[in-house]
């Protein structure tokens, strides 16, 4: 049974969550932050946001989060990563600190900072398959990029020639920040993901 209102966790240990909450928040959906297990019961959706994917690893393990994320995205439970998150739900990383693991659950090998450093940050126009209303602004940020991608792995746009962005099931993950351009499209399709599983 359909309940009025979407309740959508965004992980809260570290990257930046306000904006995510804000857009979600506009969309009509119940946002909050995520910081303890306790606050993973029913969720319809959850974001991982950008950050620091080394730093968010570290924390989402000493925060006891690592064991019931996995479960959830096991269970499948709608997830959208954002750069940094998107990091996170690889299930494979170059690049990668030695002792860094990530959440996984896309069949990808994503390159961390594969677009170079923080002065390397650039936007672009980029087209994202089945969002309408012509291309999407891509903020880039120190950027990963998804250097392959399984069979089961929609492929939903490119810059530069590079995969940076995918869909696999329930799981959506952008190498870009769409949370900081006032563009909801991206956030609305991870809003129609959750619907669909609720
Ligand atoms: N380079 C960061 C990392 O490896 C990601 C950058 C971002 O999320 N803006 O986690």
């Known amino acids: 049974m359909s309940r009025?209102?979407?309740?959508?966790?965004?992980?809260?240990?570290?990257?930046?969550?306000?904006?995510?909450?804000r857009v979600l928040t506009?969309?009509?959906?119940?946002?909050?932050?995520?910081?303890?297990?306790?606050?993973?019961?029913?969720?319809?959706?959850?974001v991982i946001p950008g950050g620091e994917s080394t730093t968010m690893d570290k924390l989402v393990r000493a925060f006891d989060l690592f064991d019931p994320l996995r479960a959830l995205i096991a269970g499948g439970l709608p997830v959208y990563g954002s750069c940094a998150g998107m990091i996170m739900l690889a299930d494979r990383?170059?690049?990668?600190?030695?002792?860094?693991?990530?959440?996984?659950?896309?069949?990808?090998?994503?390159r961390r900072n594969a677009f170079g450093r923080q002065v390397d940050s650039f936007e672009e126009d980029i087209d994202f398959v089945g969002l309408d209303g012509g291309p999407v602004r891509a903020v880039f940020i120190r950027a990963p990029w998804v250097e392959d991608a399984g069979d089961g792995v929609d492929v939903l746009a490119r810059a530069a020639g590079r995969i940076v962005a995918v869909r696999q099931g329930a799981l959506l993950a952008t190498s870009?920040?769409?949370?900081?351009?006032?563009?909801?499209?991206?956030?609305?399709?991870?809003?129609?993901?959750?619907?669909?599983?609720?």
Do not use: N, Y
Not at 93 to 110: K, S
């Open 26 to 46: 506009s969309l009509g959906a119940q946002a909050h932050g995520i910081r303890r297990p306790t606050e993973l019961t029913d969720l319809d959706g959850l």
């Open 176 to 198: 870009f920040h769409p949370e900081v351009t006032g563009d909801a499209r991206v956030h609305e399709l991870f809003v129609e993901m959750c619907k669909d599983v609720q």
């Open 4 to 21: 009025s209102a979407l309740t959508i966790g965004v992980l809260a240990v570290q990257g930046d969550v306000r904006e995510h909450v």
């Open 93 to 110: 990383i170059a690049e990668g600190r030695p002792d860094q693991q990530t959440l996984g659950g896309l069949d990808i090998t994503v």
